[in-house]
């Protein structure tokens, strides 16, 4: 049952590699957790008892709420799935709330770190690869795996846009600078014709598309010449895109489109990370602040 859920997120929800993996994991955590506490390896039978066992297990294994709280979610998947094909009359999950986390704070990277950046490229050796990774991540938003898996066909370079296949396989269509679309055109030229994974766009030179790994390891590497700030992974460079846009006059709902979001919650966050900004063009221009 569990090959038949993962073939479910893959074919008809379209979920990434990554994302299936670890709701394998997740599933297979549960399914060695269950066996040897109930010696039952079949969990489509297990109850609410033994979710809650399993929670306060990874508790007790230190391992964090963040993590923990992926575990349910997976959890919660599986049994609405079995719900869904009427192998169950009732979740075990269906009464269990995630744990409350208080989110680290998000720090973006400031608009000059990302000019030193875009400057990296003239003074070092770095492969077209390489930059197309950074400048599509942080001039469109995507997320990791949106980069990996963009395909070739989906790149318009006539539009100077791109074609999107996100979350639960909703596209949408983001636009593209024509400095990047230039660069973008000249990989087109140099890419593999006849390469293994040639329906891809960013494919390496022996022909095998990006992965996250390597976009991970990319993104870091050269975010470390240009920031002291911890974090440089990819969806960093994603939270910078949205915060600068709205920096600079853009309205919520459009970036809240940009970024393929479903909720405007989502979206919200990078607002609330600009408050500070947002009272001062307030005071600035709103009547009653002026007049103070």
């Known amino acids: 049952m569990l090959n038949k859920f993962l073939d479910y997120l893959l074919l008809e929800k379209r979920y990434s590699p990554h994302t299936i993996t670890n709701y394998r994991k997740d599933l297979e955590d549960f399914s060695c957790f269950h066996f040897d506490k109930e010696g039952e390896d079949n969990i489509i039978s297990a109850e609410k008892i033994h979710i809650r066992n399993f929670i306060f297990h990874c508790g007790e294994n230190?391992?964090?709420?963040?993590?923990?709280?992926?575990?349910?979610?997976?959890?919660?998947?599986f049994y609405l799935f079995l719900l869904k094909i009427n192998e169950i009359e009732r979740s075990p999950v269906e009464s269990i709330k995630?744990?409350?986390?208080?989110?680290?704070?998000?720090?973006?990277?400031?608009?000059?770190?990302?000019?030193?950046?875009?400057?990296?490229?003239?003074?070092?050796?770095?492969?077209?690869?390489?930059?197309?990774?950074?400048?599509?991540?942080?001039?469109?938003?995507?997320?990791?795996?949106?980069l990996c898996s963009l395909l070739l066909e989906n790149v318009n370079i006539d539009e100077c846009q791109i074609k999107i296949i996100g979350k639960?396989?909703?596209?949408?269509?983001?636009?593209?600078?024509?400095?990047?679309?230039?660069?973008?055109?000249?990989?087109?030229?140099?890419?593999?014709?006849?390469?293994?994974?040639?329906?891809?766009?960013?494919?390496?030179?022996?022909?095998?598309?990006?992965?996250?790994?390597?976009?991970?390891?990319?993104?870091?590497?050269?975010?470390?010449?240009?920031?002291?700030?911890?974090?440089?992974?990819?969806h960093s460079l994603r939270h910078s895109f949205a915060t600068h846009l709205i920096e600079n006059g853009a309205e919520i709902l459009q970036v809240k489109k940009?970024?393929?979001?479903?909720?405007?919650?989502?979206?919200?966050?990078?607002?609330?990370?600009?408050?500070?900004?947002?009272?001062?063009?307030?005071?600035?221009t709103h009547p009653r602040a002026k007049s103070e």
Not at 62 to 77: D, Q
Not at 123 to 134: M, R
């Open 62 to 77: 230190n391992l964090s709420k963040r993590t923990i709280n992926r575990k349910l979610s997976s959890l919660r998947g």
């Open 98 to 146: 995630s744990m409350k986390m208080f989110g680290e704070k998000q720090i973006p990277y400031s608009e000059d770190e990302m000019q030193k950046m875009q400057n990296l490229y003239k003074t070092i050796d770095i492969s077209l690869l390489d930059q197309l990774i950074l400048e599509i991540l942080y001039q469109t938003g995507l997320r990791k795996a949106e």
């Open 168 to 234: 639960a396989n909703k596209e949408r269509i983001v636009p593209v600078s024509k400095e990047l679309i230039f660069s973008m055109k000249n990989f087109i030229k140099e890419r593999i014709p006849l390469a293994v994974d040639q329906d891809f766009f960013l494919i390496n030179k022996k022909g095998k598309r990006i992965n996250d790994k390597y976009v991970y390891r990319v993104v870091n590497k050269y975010l470390n010449l240009v920031t002291i700030k911890n974090k440089k992974n990819p």
């Open 258 to 284: 940009l970024l393929g979001h479903q909720s405007l919650a989502s979206t919200q966050v990078y607002v609330d990370a600009n408050i500070v900004k947002l009272k001062k063009v307030f005071e600035k």
